[in-house]
């Protein structure tokens, strides 16, 4: 296994030391996470564990279903005790970039449904400034050119509808993925945030601001967990 996919499983290993019996678990999309939901699987059948999941992605409940984490549905339950997720970066304020793997809208209700959110990561995440990723922003597919041209205005560097050779990647709900090159410039998410939102025909966008309350982070030398200090697990 590459050293980073080591690393990927580690973070997602150890993030599930969060998880208790009885709880409501969000499920992360992307590859860091999915060991986490592995895990968690594995914990249900070996150890007795006794959770519900609610998963962001189809991907996700595909992989949930296969590993046997019972699976509810989100608006049939009053929220969620934690969600444990991936993130493509976040800063030394624990804001995120993310939607690398175009779950974005789905994940960040999902966060918004949940008591605490842990991110895994490896430690290539860790940033000073947001933005080196290109930013995700889902929007609709009405008239999606003009919602780039009009995000490139906002932000002045290049949006690009995302590929997948030459069809434009689809979401789970319908949409379509902007990706915005903005470099590592990104010193107020939460201004950007607003004004992003201000544009018809975004759905959402990939900051995940004050959302995040730990980082599960694996590195050259262990996994460490930060905690954020004004989050809701400090
Ligand atoms: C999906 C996401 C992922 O959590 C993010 O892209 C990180 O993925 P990975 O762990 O594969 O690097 O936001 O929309």
Redesign the pocket.
């Known amino acids: 296994m590459a050293d980073v996919e080591q690393l990927?499983k580690e973070a997602g290993i150890a993030a599930c030391s969060f998880v208790k019996t009885g709880m409501k678990v969000g499920l992360?999309?992307?590859?860091?996470?999915?060991h986490t939901v592995i895990e968690l699987g594995r914990m249900i059948a070996e150890e007795g564990l006794d959770i519900v999941g609610v998963p962001?992605?189809l991907a996700t409940e595909k992989l949930a279903i296969e590993v046997g984490i019972p699976l509810v549905k989100l608006s049939s339950i009053d929220g969620l005790d934690i969600v444990i997720?991936?993130?493509?970066e976040y800063d030394p304020k624990f804001q995120?970039?993310?939607?690398?793997?175009?779950?974005?809208l789905r994940?960040k209700i999902v966060v918004q449904e949940s008591s605490a959110m842990v991110?895994?990561?490896?430690d290539r995440?860790r940033v000073d400034v947001l933005g080196a990723f290109p930013l995700?922003i889902e929007i609709t597919p009405f008239s999606s050119s003009a919602t780039i041209r009009a995000l490139g205005r906002l932000l002045d560097c290049r949006v690009n509808c995302r590929m997948a050779g030459d069809n434009a990647v689809v979401t789970d709900n319908g949409n379509l993925i902007a990706d915005a090159h903005c470099g590592p410039t990104i010193s107020n998410p939460e201004k950007m945030e607003a004004e992003i939102l201000n544009i018809a025909g975004v759905v959402q966008v990939?900051l995940f601001n004050n959302m995040c309350d730990a980082v599960v982070l694996a590195g050259a030398n262990g996994v460490e967990t930060h905690i954020n200090q004004v989050g809701r697990l400090a």
């Not at 995120?96 to 974005?104: D, H, P, S």
């Open positions: 990927k992360g999309t992307g590859s860091t996470v999915k962001t992605s997720d991936g993130a493509d995120l970039i993310k939607g690398g793997g175009a779950a974005l994940e991110v895994v990561a490896d995440k995700p990939g």
